[in-house]
């Protein structure tokens, strides 16, 4: 047996007891007593970003051959233990030299490093390897991790780690969870995570602590439970921090309670099982997306509430949300661009568009909404409403008037289409609103009729005719208008003609079989209503009565014809 520590990135075989370090044979002996071998000064202790090299001599080291014989069984055995008995390596504090290569092995023993220094130039590897559990714990990894198709019976640790390099899990099938909560990982301008088509049967934990410098990447993972990066820092600047494309997450997905990407986080045709929860969550890609949820499906709900800061477009079109959405006390940003993009998106539950701030525009376009809550304050944000679509509007508190939808309308930055305004007008009247309802519809005629016309003379006859639509018959809404005008008119003209000089007697002429005496009432009746017949017309006006005369036919018959037109439901509304 040598006393003096091993020679780096020599292989000698397989390992025989007296090859090994007065060290290393006790690591042998604490692996075939199920114990702990444990180098730490501080059990509890963590390796940190730059590990004190001067303290991890010879008395902490042991190379990195010998732990891969032993987890294969084929190691070492201490005198006068049974080498049916290994169970575990485990390993606290230690400098592990050389590499750690057990690409394709058939691991039988647990392998639990914590706080250990994997010394060696190249990543451990572990590709294609069959491990019944692999725990990194506070390890320090200075080239990354080699793991693709790696095969584990429970979890794959790597809490409060220090990875500098790529971990790679790409097709990898974890039985447990993935823990990388309290982690680092960096890998500038490169992936720091790469788990593309990972199935991991229980959750991803990656909570408070958990930071990455270069892409996260999911794309195509199944997790059975949770996607919990609660409190996660990820950044790579202008580009992806988060790519979860094609995920399925049985759970609920958390980004949430000081979760930070400076980057994009892509949620491409994801589908999450529970909920997709970014309560004050910070996503931070000015130029570009801040989150990209195109076509995700979410079985459950999406909580964007107070503290939640988008900085760059948010992209929900196509979504499908089967609860809730709910945006209240939300932030979004997109100066230059759209804050939010939720076109043909639908929210099988309730929509709660409540946001506290939006700079930039928003496309509700041709989306779908069960129910939609709403407050005044958000309805001063301008939204493209064309073929939105919603079932039914929670009333409050407190019930907005009818005015404030109107006016969220007209700042519709699309231009006047009549779509928002017959959708809001059949969910009133759904709810028993018709007043509110038509009030709707008569501000979609003066909106339409406000935007035609190319020369200026037809926009003046455009806007004449439409003031005397509106006034008199509400653009075919209110026909009773119409009848309150030819009450009025026929007042009127009596009393114009009645004070004519001289009288009715001096204005007009009788002819034969002209109804005696002469009535004014009666006579501007007559004259004012085309299907009224009550024998006026023998009397012949002459003067100031034959202007008058023609004046009130005109108006009357205007407004009768309006009347029968809008009560028989044939003047043409154009909505």
Not at 244 to 262: K, N, P, R, S, V
Not at 483 to 489: E, G, I, K, R
């Amino acid at each position: 047996m040598t006393e003096s520590g091993p020679v780096k990135g020599v292989h000698v075989g397989v390992l025989s007891f007296e090859d090994l370090t007065e060290l290393e044979a006790e690591l042998v002996r604490a692996v075939y007593d199920y114990r702990v071998f444990d180098l730490s000064p501080d059990p509890a202790s963590v390796a940190a970003d730059e590990p004190d090299f001067e303290q991890w001599g010879p008395d902490r080291t042991v190379r990195a051959e010998l732990v891969c014989q032993l987890l294969m069984g084929e190691g070492p055995v201490a005198p006068g233990s049974d080498a049916m008995l290994l169970r575990a390596v485990r390993i606290r504090g230690a400098r592990i030299v050389g590499p750690l290569d057990l690409e394709g092995a058939l691991v039988v023993s647990r392998l639990d490093l914590r706080g250990c220094w994997l010394d060696c130039s190249t990543a451990p590897v572990f590709e294609a390897a069959d491990l019944p559990t692999l725990r990194l714990r506070g390890c320090w990894l200075p080239a990354g991790l080699v793991a693709d198709q790696l095969r584990t019976r429970s979890d794959v640790d790597l809490s409060n780690s220090r990875v500098f390099g790529e971990v790679r899990l790409l097709g990898a099938r974890i039985g447990g969870q993935l823990n990388l909560t309290g982690a680092r990982l960096r890998n500038l301008n490169g992936y720091a995570l790469s788990a593309d088509r990972a199935q991991i049967d229980g959750s991803v934990f990656g909570r408070a602590g958990f930071e990455a410098d270069g892409q996260v990447r999911l794309p195509g993972a199944r997790i059975g439970n949770e996607l919990d990066l609660t409190g996660a820092k990820l950044r790579n600047p202008g580009g992806v921090a988060l790519f979860t494309d094609g995920a399925q997450i049985d759970g609920g997905m958390h980004l949430a309670e000081g979760f930070e990407a400076d980057g994009q986080v892509r949620l491409l045709g994801a589908r999450i099982g529970v909920l997709l929860d970014l309560t004050r969550a910070r996503l931070c890609d000015p130029d570009g997306y801040a989150l990209s949820a195109d076509g995700t499906q979410i079985d459950g709900n999406m909580f964007g509430e107070a503290g939640f800061e988008a900085d760059g477009e948010v992209r929900l079109p196509g979504a499908k949300i089967s609860g809730t959405l709910d945006l209240t006390g939300a932030v979004l940003r997109n100066p230059n661009g759209v804050a939010l993009n939720a076109e043909r998106f639908r929210v099988g539950g309730t929509l709660f568009w409540k946001p506290s701030i939006v700079v930039g525009d928003v496309d509700l376009g041709f989306a779908d909404v069960a129910v939609w809550v709403d407050a005044k304050e958000a309805l001063a944000f301008p939204a493209m409403l064309e073929g939105l679509h919603y079932d039914a509007i929670h009333p409050g508190p407190p019930e907005l008037p009818v005015s404030v939808r109107l006016e969220w309308l007209a700042r519709d930055p699309g231009g006047y289409s009549p779509l928002p305004y017959t959708q809001l007008a059949s969910v009133l009247r759904s709810g028993g609103h018709d007043r509110d309802a038509r009030h709707v519809l008569i501000a979609s005629q003066k909106a339409r009729r406000s935007q035609e016309g190319r020369s200026r003379f037809t926009r003046t006859a455009r806007t004449v005719l439409s003031a005397a639509l509106r006034w008199t018959v509400g653009y075919g809404y209110r026909p009773w208008l119409a009848l309150v005008w030819l009450v009025a008119l026929i007042g009127a003209a009596a009393l114009v003609i009645r004070l004519l000089p001289g009288g009715p007697n001096d204005s007009f002429t009788a002819t034969v079989g002209a109804p005696r005496p002469f009535n004014t009432v009666l006579y501007v009746v007559d004259a004012v209503l085309p299907f009224v017949d009550l024998g006026y017309d023998r009397w012949i006006p002459g003067g100031a009565a034959q202007i008058i005369t023609v004046s009130i036919v005109v108006l009357g018959w205007t407004l009768a014809t309006a009347v029968v037109a809008a009560f028989a439901g044939i003047l043409r509304r154009g909505d």
